[in-house]
């Protein structure tokens, strides 16, 4: 298999901490949490399990010793650990650091990141990962795909 990369695109994390940055910019020109203090404190819960699905996804790469460039080709398919319970780990905790993040700085308009970073991820991503795995892995994708939800 000769390493490839289809269309180019931004790079996810220049993208996450894009919306990490609008995110906190809006927090400030909101002003004044209107959230309370414990809604605001179950962000953290948020920040971190969105780290540690991130970071576990990482190690489950490394350990592979596939790639994790966006939309190259792929040398292995990894699909146990968190990869068992969501397709796309590392986006999902993406979204999740989002709305921990958002929760943070207490205006639930902010949320509104969270779900716009995700379908971001599905277009410009997500969709065509999913059609280079196919490609690369056949069967043994599609199965995957039959038994682990995309997100959650």
Do not use: C
């Amino acid at each position: 298999m000769g390493r490839r990369k289809l269309t180019p695109t931004p790079e996810p994390p220049w993208i996450f901490l894009g919306f990490l940055a609008a995110t906190q910019i809006a927090a400030v020109l909101l002003g004044a949490p209107t959230l309370s203090g414990l809604i605001r404190a179950s962000g953290l819960l948020f920040v971190a399990a969105g780290l540690v699905l991130h970071y576990r996804a990482g190690v489950q790469f490394r350990q592979a010793q596939t790639t994790q460039a966006t939309l190259a080709e792929p040398t292995g398919l990894v699909t146990e650990g968190v990869f068992g319970l969501t397709r796309n780990p590392m986006y999902l905790g993406g979204v999740l650091i989002l709305v921990g993040w958002a929760l943070l700085q207490g205006h639930a308009s902010l949320l509104l990141t969270a779900p716009l970073f995700g379908l971001t991820a599905e277009l410009l991503w997500i969709r065509p990962e999913e059609r280079l795995l196919s490609e690369v892995f056949g069967d043994e994708y599609g199965a995957y795909r039959k038994r682990t939800r995309r997100w959650i």
